[in-house]
């Protein structure tokens, strides 16, 4: 088992190559070899299953990283979602709360300052 996370992907594009490689040096030694007995069927035989289970790994992998990356995409999507609703809230309450309760000004501060009056 490799370390390599693309190693799958890297497999899934390259081993096509080999195949076709292999395979056409197997034909070609058969030609010579044994004209009359072509077992290089066998070998594009067990190299096919191979190829589709590369083909599948790949695929495999390709699903597991749309769907981990939907999901991050779905949880961000949320937490901003949850971020802008609660500054909105927030917001709003401050200034329904601005808008109700009358301002005064602070006794014995030495600047001009006003806050809301919270204890009506």
Do not use: H
């Not at 088992?1 to 490689?21: G, R």
């Amino acid at each position: 088992m490799s370390l390599n996370p693309i190693k799958p992907l890297t497999d899934a594009i390259t081993f096509p190559f080999t195949f076709i490689y292999v395979v056409g040096l197997c034909a070609f030694i058969n030609y010579f070899t044994s004209p009359g007995q072509w077992w290089v069927q066998w070998v594009a035989f067990g190299m096919g299953i191979a190829l589709i289970g590369i083909w599948f790994r790949a695929f495999k992998f390709l699903v597991a990283t749309v769907g981990v990356a939907a999901v991050g995409y779905f949880i961000y999507r949320w937490w901003k979602n949850r971020e802008s609703m609660n500054a909105k809230a927030a917001a709003e309450t401050a200034f329904a709360e601005a808008q109700q309760l009358p301002a005064r000004n602070l006794a014995g501060a030495g600047k001009s300052t006003t806050i809301i009056d919270v204890e009506r």
